[in-house]
């Protein structure tokens, strides 16, 4: 550039990308360069744990191990929005396909195991038969003047799901274990 023309910032991104480089092997003293590296700094991420379950979907779904232990990172900027961050938060993996279109074979589902009072329409992931078996499950509440249920948002994708569930039940109780917040899974 024979020093006609200055190598800013954008011109040392536009020259690293062409080189397939880091903009910092061209040039390291632009104030543009620190203030990137400081908005990329992992304080401004939050770690939650993704665990070795399965969160049933469709029918027949069993707490078996599903996806290896890992975590996902998060900008505590946006679990602050929501009102999450420095909640109890997991992520387990959706099993079938009664949920969808909301929830998909194998996507992950952030959910806040602090928040377990039940609001009408909001999915929660779910404990069937008490602790002695467990079951875990992803449902929409249904709060009626009867009582509150569960429900699939894909009923004929599970044949153990087609009609709602009643939370209070002698066979088969039902644990609200936490709510919903984030669903992450692939673009058709």
Known sequence: MNGIIALNYRAVLWFAKQLGCEDTEIRTDLPEQQFAAASSNDDDYADIVGYSQAAGLGNGAEAVEYAETHSLKFKKTSLRRRGIFGRNLAIYYGKGDSMEPTIKDGDAILFDTSDTRILDGVLYVIQVDGYANPEFYVKRALVLDGGVYFQSDNPR????????????????????????????????
């Open 157 to 188: 994708g599970d044949h153990q799901w087609q009609k709602p569930k009643p939370k209070v039940s002698e066979r088969h109780p039902i644990t609200v274990i936490g709510r919903v917040h984030w669903i992450g899974g692939w673009a058709d």
